[in-house]
């Protein structure tokens, strides 16, 4: 035996489950196992009852273990079809309830119709359908029940129509639908009946829309859909019928919320508006109901309830809980002023004031979870019935505990690495329980660690939802998604504080809260001493970093000095390069004048006259190699030099150096000597750039011997030729002699009467080197200012690639690259060309061919048949009928168009001349002058020479109307772009007779074996 706080006596048995004592009837109320009720007790073999802090008792069983009795449900009772029981109900499925005036509860059910005593707890009749008699009931589903004036029960079934029963003489009438009988019934399938408050019977059909029933006539009046008539009802399937306080009257269909205006019979329909918040969203309505306030409660099927004010002519929509099914049932109002509201899915009490919303289910006590329409019902006791699929539930709200949601919420757990913390042990964070604990205080390496949590509701444990909150840590509350726990990786050194929350499966939040705080201490390397080291650090790395940023800024300006330098530089590079270009065409002009002096007066002038010339002309053309050497030193600096090799005889190469130099040794007893064997001497070498060697060598050996001799000579050394310049002149400083070929040392060389050898020895080392060769020297110095000590003197010596002696008879090509040769030589054509005649190789032929300084010039490809001879004697000697060819100078320099019509007058051509590219295009394209061949400067003011060529290649072709272009920029520059617009030839200043006389003489002939009528053609 166990007495409860509220002095009520339990008693547990053996076999007979528990019993309660009931004082006041001095009886006992049994509590025994069911197998079809799982809200009974587990076992009747009761071992010990336990009642906790709530009032709830704690019944121990075997072999099944606990049971827990909610006190706060004990109320509700719970009625179930019993099979083979008479006096239990006859059918779980229950439809609707109706009490009349005895008191006796009248109950419709999926089979048959109920009559129920409440103050005896029992049911003392049932009606099921009697097929065999008329007067009986004629269908089993019993949907809907009402009791008129009379005292008649109105009985609505589902397929067998209508029935009145007179309790009188116990029979049924019943009212089925007749298509052959006016008057008749609209419909078996009866939904909803309703006696209004003018005695009025409303009946709610499924196919046929509302009735009225006229007593008088025991007919029936129908309103149906009308398509066609707005102001019909919306639908003929009605559920509901609700007459208000106002004289309002509704009605519930499957399309929609009407309105009947019962004096004119035109309907007001409610329609859906999902963009209108104060609208009905939903168009099936199950349920109406007016409550206390006059405000109407709307059961939908799919948006929970809704509730309809009739100031403000506004539908408001609760906030429906996930725990409710949409589908609302029926609503009920009891004493207290909550609205009760029966769903598929369990039943909701609704606060008339906030609409808040609290839900109850099967497992609390309720007899099962999902309930009818419109089986709802308050007794005369104020007693609340709610039918549903597994029986019906009575219970009075008053005594109705409610249980709110303030149960303890606590931690239950605490674990690092997934794994217990024992309490109290060595090293552990935990110096009591978890769920007591207000701190923890955790290393920086617990760098994992979780929560556990729980509400302690033993009703509904597994309903909470829970969020949770790491302040410090975290912004927003995280919800802890099907587990009752929170996890934290990797925290930063610091305090936090762990929060939780639990709300109920209706959304209700518990008041209280678990809280504890967490401090994350810091590792060794974040602690307070090592903030100071790296303090210390800091100031350490910013004086460091200050006076990098110090050096960087220093760098700076030595950067831009230095981007300054090399802009100066360039600038200067520039002036140098363009400076030499421009001098090239005065000293062409010069040294044409004066070679024409020499060639046209020579026998007129006096000797030292002609001496004199002849320097002028030495001198001119050592300027000329000058300009050369430092064009050539600035493309090393570009590497933009390139090597034309071909198979060369050496010696007749000396002799032409020699000759141009002699005159530089005038009044000196000077000797020079030239001991090159023509049959071996022979190198793989560039003509022009081997020319500049000598020229650098020999030169230099000349200015620096006043007496003795300037010595040339060759020897064999395995597959190179080591060629050997000496002299007997002052030699070299022993202190200058490491720097002897680089271009500083100029100006100490100046100094000391040594000025002029620095460009043109480091000029000449790279282009030996860049022939595969090497230099050396040997010197033996002698101060000028001590003549006469013997044995005095330098020696250069460099090697070249040695090539095999050409045989008698035999030709060899001089193999040009189809590129321009370099600008060292401005005797020599540098358009490329595979098709030059070859050269004999007979030593004769080749030092005459290599004392008139020509080489054989390259031509367009076009022209790969023509074939000529540079500087022998029948090239220099006029073409036949001369006169009759007309050669056009184009130059912008009086004095060069002067020199070019000297030399060409030597053959007699007919000479036109234009100071411009304009003027020379007026007598070609415009006056009409015939012109045989254009020499054409490239550089003119106005329009270029190539800007001209391109003109005249409109009219005439290259064959047609030959051009040779004149230019003072040596390099591939003027050559490839003279290929480009036509010209024919590309030939360097200063241009001697030599060159010039047969290359126009040429072209010319070339004309002459052309068909006349070919230079009046235009080119394509």
Known sequence: MYLDSADVLWLSTDQGGLARYDADHDSFIHYRHSAIDRNTLASNQVRAIYEDRERNLWITTFPDGINFYDRSHSEISNYTYRENVPDSLSNNAVLDFMQTADGLLWIGTENGLNLFDPEERRFVRRYLRDPASAKGLQANAVLSLAEDPSGDIWVGSWGGGLHRFDRVTETFHNYRPDRQKPGSISSAFIWDIYVDRENVLWVATETGGLNRYDRATDSFEHFTLNQSDPHSISSNFVWAILEDRRGGFWLATVDGLNQLDRASGRFTRYAKDSNNPGTLNSVRIRALMEDSKGRIWIGTQDVGAVVF???????????????????????????????????????????????????????????????????????????????????????????????????????????????PVAIGAEDSPLSRAITYAERINLRHDHAMFSFSFATLNYRAAGEYKYVYKLEGFDDEWHEAAGTNSATYTNLNPGTYTFKVRSADRDGNWNRREAHVQVVMAPPPWLSRWAFLGYALA????????????????????????????????????????????????????????????????????????????????AHGKRLSNLINDILDYGNFAERKLDLNAECLALRPLVEVVLQNLRPLSYGRPVRLSNDVDADTAWVMADRNHLKQILTNLIGNAIKYTQQGEVRVSAEVDGSMLRILVSDTGCGIKPELRDRIFTPQISKTLSEQAMSGIGLGLAVTKHLIELHGGSISFESRWQDPRQPGTAGSGSRFTFTLPLAQPRKQGATVSPGYPERSASASNPEQSQLPNNNTPDLQSSPAVADTFAFKGGVAAGVMPALKSDTFKNGTSSDLAPPPEAWNFTVLIVDDDPVNRMVLAGILSLHGYHILEAGNGLEALQLVLQEGHHVDLVILDVMMPRMSGFEVCEKLRQTFSAEMMPVLFLTARHGGEDLHVGLEVGGNEVLYKPVNKEILLPRVKHYLQKLSRRDPSAKCKVAD
Not at 373 to 397: C, E, I, M, N, W
Not at 581 to 591: Q, T
């Open 538 to 617: 800091a100031v350490l790395l910013v004086v460091f970093l200050v006076r990098i940023f110090l050096k960087h800024v220093e760098l700076d300006k030595q950067r831009a000095l230095n981007a300054e330098l090399l802009r100066v530089n360039k600038i200067k590079d520039a002036f140098l390069i363009d400076t030499s270009h421009e001098l090239r065409a005065p000293i062409s002009s010069m040294i044409g004048l004066a070679e024409g002096i020499l060639r046209d007066d020579k026998e007129r002038l006096p000797l030292t006259a002609e001496q004199r010339l002849s320097l002028i002309v």
């Open 309 to 419: 004010d009739y100031d403000s002519n506004t539908f408001t929509h609760l906030n429906w809980p996930e725990s409710l099914a949409p589908l609302v049932t029926s609503f009920i109002e009891d004493n207290l002023g909550f609205i009760w509201a029966s769903t598929a899915n369990g039943i909701a009490r609704i606060e008339p004031k906030s609409l808040e919303v609290r839900s109850f289910h099967r497992n609390q006590g309720l007899v099962g979870d999902t309930f009818n329409r419109d089986a709802t019902f308050k007794d005369r006791k104020g007693q609340l019935y709610f039918g549903g699929t597994d029986g019906f539930s009575v219970f009075d709200p008053r005594a109705f505990t409610l249980y709110g949601n303030d149960f303890p919420l606590v931690l239950t757990d605490f674990r690092l690495f997934n794994r």
